[in-house]
C-alpha cells in the first residue's frame, strides 16, 4: 500500500461557495450532494477510487458529478497531485459522454476537434481554481454540474461558431426576398402555430434540419412566446431579439413549419 | 453577505452560469428578468437562452450522461489529453504560486556600510588596530569576501576596534558584494562589475601582509 492509499478525501469541510448574482437564490450545495461530500470526506483515497469508477446514478456507491468537483477543488487546493489524477479523469469521462451526445456533426464545422477542446479547457479550470487567475468558477459545478456544464458548453459553442463564421444567416435574409410572396400565400401564420403544436415530438426531432435563424425564429416565437413585433419599444419581441424585421421574421416561420410539415409528412 | 448587484460588474461568464443553473430550460419570464438586470449583455443571453432550448432538443439526457456509453469505453485519447494539458496548466499555476510566495532578492533591508563613514586616516588607524593592511580593509569595505568563511574571533575583533555592534558588521559583511559608486572615475568603457568573492583565507593571503599579519589574522 503507497502513502497516498491512506489518504482521506479531506477538503476544508465548511469552504463555501461563492455569492450568487441570481437574486433570492444562493449558491449552495443540494441537500443530497452536502451529504455525499461529507460521507466522501471520512472514505479513503482507495474507496474513492473506487466508487469513482461507479457508472450508474442509481448505485449507493455511484458519486455525483457535483462531488467529484467537490474532491478534486479540495486536492488541489491541498495541492494533492495523486488525488487529482486519479479523479479527474473519471469526470472528464462523464463530460465526453455528454459533448459526444450534444455536439453533433451539424453543430460544428469539426465536432470531434471541437469536442476535444471544450473537454481540454473544462480540465484547465482545475488548474486554474484558486489561483488568482479565477477562485469560484467551479462553484457552479459543485451546485448543479449539469446546468453549469451546460452553459460552459454552449458559450464555447456559440463562440466556436463566431469563429468559424457560419453564413447562413446572411444566405437566407437574401434568398428570403424571392420567396416571401409564394410562402405567405402557401401557409397562413395562425395555421402554422397550430401546425407547431401537433408536432411538438417532432420538432426535436427535425430541429436539425432548419438552418439556425429558422430556430431561432421559432424557438423565440413557440418556446418564449414572444410576439413577433410590438409598437412598444421597450418590448422584447422576436423581431428584436433576431434582429430582423416582423416580416421577415413571419417568413422564417413559414419557411421552417413547410420544412416541418414535410418531415412529418402532414 | 450579498453584495449589491449594481454595485458591480458581473463578468459575462458568471452572468451565463447563473443564467443557466437558475431554471433547467429557461422561459421568458427568465430571459426577461436577467435582461433587465444585465442589459449589456442582452444579445449574448438571448443567443445563449435560444441555444439551451435548441440544446435540450437534441438526443442526450440532459440529468446524466448517459451510462450505458460510459460502460464502453475505458479513457480515451481526449481524457488522456485534457488530463495532459491539465497536468502542464497545473505545472505553470504550481511554478506561479511559489514564485508569488518567495520574496524577491534585494527588495528587503538596506544594509548599512559601517566603512562609510570613516574617513582615509580612520581606515589606516582601523588596519593598523586589526593587524592588517588597507587593502584588506577595502576588500571588507566592498564585501569581497565570502561571509561564511570568516572566524567569529575576526569578526568579534573587526566590531570592537570599529565601536560598532556586532550584529551590525556581521550583516554588512554577509549583504552581498558592492562595488562603490560616486564621483569616482574609471578608465574603462564599462562599469566596474562585482567581482568573485574571495574566502577570507585567499584575502589575507592575497593583499600583501606579512607573514605575521597572514598567521595573526588566520589565528584567529
Redesign the interface.
Given at each position: 500500500m503507497n502513502s497516498s492509499s491512506t489518504k482521506k478525501g479531506r477538503g476544508p469541510k465548511a469552504r463555501p461557495l461563492s455569492e450568487n448574482i441570481n437574486p433570492g437564490m444562493a449558491y449552495t450545495r443540494p441537500g443530497e450532494i452536502e451529504a455525499k461530500n461529507l460521507e466522501a470526506l471520512s472514505q479513503d483515497f482507495q474507496t474513492l477510487c473506487e466508487r469513482a469508477t461507479v457508472k450508474e446514478p442509481s448505485d449507493p456507491a455511484y458519486l455525483p458529478s457535483e462531488t467529484l468537483v467537490f474532491l478534486i477543488r479540495g486536492a488541489r487546493r491541498r495541492n494533492d497531485g495523486d488525488m487529482m489524477s486519479a479523479l479527474l479523469p473519471h469526470l472528464l469521462k462523464r463530460c465526453e459522454c455528454i459533448l459526444n451526445s450534444k455536439i453533433q456533426e451539424w453543430c460544428v464545422p469539426n465536432p470531434e476537434e471541437f469536442r476535444e477542446e471544450i473537454l481540454a479547457q473544462f480540465a484547465m479550470l482545475f488548474a486554474e481554481d484558486s489561483t488568482s487567475k479565477d477562485k469560484h468558477k467551479l462553484d457552479f459545478y459543485e451546485t448543479r454540474f449539469n446546468l453549469a456544464f451546460r452553459a460552459f458548453r454552449i458559450d464555447n459553442l456559440r463562440k466556436e461558431l463566431k469563429r468559424a463564421k457560419h453564413t447562413d444567416q446572411l444566405v437566407e435574409e437574401n434568398e428570403l426576398d424571392e420567396e416571401d410572396e409564394k410562402s405567405q400565400q402557401e401557409i397562413p401564420l395562425t395555421q402554422a402555430t397550430q401546425i407547431i403544436d401537433l408536432l411538438q415530438e417532432e420538432i426535436k426531432k427535425a430541429i436539425q434540419l432548419l438552418s439556425p435563424m429558422e430556430r431561432r425564429v421559432l424557438i423565440f416565437r413557440f418556446h418564449f412566446g414572444y410576439q413577433l413585433e410590438s409598437t412598444n419599444s421597450d418590448k422584447l419581441t422576436v423581431s428584436k431579439l433576431c434582429n430582423i424585421s416582423g416580416r421577415t421574421a413571419q417568413n422564417h416561420i413559414l419557411r421552417a413549419v413547410k420544412k416541418l410539415s414535410r418531415f412529418k409528412g402532414v | 453577505m450579498?453584495?449589491s448587484?449594481t454595485a458591480r460588474m458581473?463578468s459575462l461568464?458568471?452572468?451565463?452560469?447563473?443564467?443557466?443553473?437558475?431554471k433547467?430550460i429557461p422561459?421568458?419570464e427568465l430571459?426577461?428578468e436577467f435582461?433587465r438586470r444585465y442589459p449589456e449583455y442582452t444579445e449574448?443571453l438571448?443567443?445563449?437562452?435560444?441555444?439551451?432550448?435548441?440544446?435540450s432538443?437534441?438526443?442526450?439526457d440532459?440529468?446524466?450522461?448517459?451510462?450505458e456509453?460510459?460502460?464502453k469505453f475505458q479513457?480515451?485519447p481526449?481524457?488522456?489529453?485534457?488530463?495532459s494539458?491539465?497536468?502542464n496548466?497545473?505545472y505553470?499555476?504550481?511554478q506561479?504560486?511559489k514564485a508569488e510566495s518567495v520574496p524577491p532578492p534585494n527588495r528587503t533591508v538596506i544594509i548599512e556600510n559601517p566603512f562609510e563613514k570613516l574617513t582615509r586616516q580612520e581606515i589606516r588607524d582601523l588596519s593598523t588596530r586589526i593587524h592588517a593592511n588597507t587593502t584588506l580593509v577595502g576588500k571588507l569595505r566592498d564585501r569581497q569576501i565570502a561571509h561564511t568563511t570568516f572566524s567569529p574571533g575576526f569578526q568579534q575583533l573587526l566590531a570592537k576596534e570599529m565601536k560598532a555592534p556586532l550584529s551590525l558588521v556581521a550583516a554588512h559583511l554577509a549583504a552581498p558584494p558592492q562595488v562603490r559608486s560616486g564621483s569616482q572615475f574609471y578608465k574603462s568603457e564599462h562599469k566596474p562589475e562585482v567581482g568573485n568573492t574571495q574566502t577570507f583565507e585567499e584575502a589575507v593571503k592575497s593583499s600583501g601582509l606579512t607573514e605575521e599579519q597572514q598567521r595573526f589574522l588566520l589565528s584567529l
Open positions: - | 450579498r453584495k448587484h458581473e461568464e458568471d452572468v451565463l452560469y447563473a443564467f443557466s443553473i437558475a433547467p422561459d421568458a430571459l426577461e435582461i449574448y438571448s443567443d445563449f437562452a435560444m441555444e439551451i432550448v435548441k440544446d432538443m437534441i438526443a442526450g440532459l440529468a446524466s450522461p448517459d451510462a456509453q460510459a460502460r479513457f480515451s481526449s481524457v488522456t489529453r485534457a488530463m494539458r491539465f497536468q496548466a497545473l505553470i499555476s504550481q506561479k504560486e
